[in-house]
């Protein structure tokens, strides 16, 4: 977990609503919280209240792996909030708990220009506030990120 130095990138706090409260503040442990239906283990993003597969409620936000792919991605490369400067990556990452499990965020710690389809990411966590943004950085072959 890092914090923005005075000076680095600032986003816009979300709009945090019970649904959504393990996603922005699950980080604080250090982990990417997914809702997972409980019934046929079913995972999906952003939080719904019920499961899209079986139609059980019983949708529960659990730990992931955090590590998974990029999509596909857009090079930011105009500055329209003043704290965030461009260029920045805004990247879908699939996750690799189920096919088509993805999320909207950044790729840190890589110049833009070195992203890829398919590249290898392992969540990473921004703390703004009590907000964990989840964003992504490249894994390496190794396994360390
Ligand atoms: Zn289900």
Redesign the pocket.
């Known amino acids: 977990v890092s914090t923005p130095e005075p000076g680095q990138a600032k986003r816009p706090l979300p709009v945090v609503t019970p649904r959504s409260h393990a996603f922005w503040h699950g980080g604080a442990d250090g982990h990417l919280h997914i809702g997972q239906?409980?019934?046929?283990?079913?995972y999906s993003h952003p939080p719904l209240p019920y499961?899209?597969?079986?139609?059980?409620d019983?949708?529960t936000a659990v730990p992931v792996s955090g590590v998974g792919s990029v999509y596909s991605f857009t090079i930011e490369r105009y500055t329209w909030l003043p704290d965030l400067p461009a260029p920045y990556v805004v990247a879908e990452v699939e996750l690799v708990e189920q096919d088509g499990l993805r999320l909207l965020t950044t790729i840190v710690d890589c110049n833009p220009d070195d992203v890829t389809i398919g590249m290898r990411v392992a969540v990473s966590f921004i703390r703004q506030s009590d907000v964990f943004f989840p964003v992504f950085r490249p894994l390496h072959r190794d396994g360390q990120s």
């Open positions: 239906c409980q019934q046929c283990g079913f499961c899209p597969r079986c139609h059980a019983g949708v």
